[in-house]
Nanobody, 121 residues
Framework: QVQLVESGGGLVQPGGSLRLSCAASGSIVDIKTMGWYRQAPGKERELVADITSGGSTNYADPVKGRFTISRDNAKNTVYLQMNSLKSEDTGVYYC???????????????WGQGTQVTVSS
């Protein structure tokens, strides 16, 4: 089975920084895209940023210039450096990976359990 384990969430003041990590483990053959999504209270889950195995990145407009996504393919790990945090960045952040497992015929999405990020003074 595949597991995505996130870490790095917490409480931070506006203007502060946090770094999230997500490590994928299990019988993984290949990972295409890894990314971060977030869900604020009462809202739908939305894409924050994602990155391909080749390093191409994509960011949601509200986080451009403040967040940086990176990836270590050898470790099957994706990171999200979040700077200049705002109260509207508060939410549960979920890691996502589009991958293929051993003996699997196709790629599918896997999700982490989520980590809480709270930006408040």
């Amino acid at each position: 089975q595949v597991q995505l384990v996130e870490s790095g969430g917490g409480l931070v003041q506006p203007g502060g920084s946090l770094r999230l990590s997500c490590a994928a483990s299990g019988s993984i053959v290949d990972i295409k895209t890894m990314g971060w999504y977030r869900q604020a209270p009462g809202k739908e889950r939305e894409l924050v940023a994602d990155i391909t195995s080749g390093g191409s990145t994509n960011y949601a407009d509200p986080v451009k210039g403040r967040f940086t996504i990176s990836r270590d393919n050898a470790k099957n790990t994706v990171y999200l450096q979040m700077n200049s945090l705002k109260s509207e960045d508060t939410g549960v952040y979920y890691c996502n990976a589009n991958l293929r497992v051993l003996y699997g015929l196709r790629y599918r999405d896997y999700w982490g359990q989520g980590t809480q990020v709270t930006v408040s003074s």
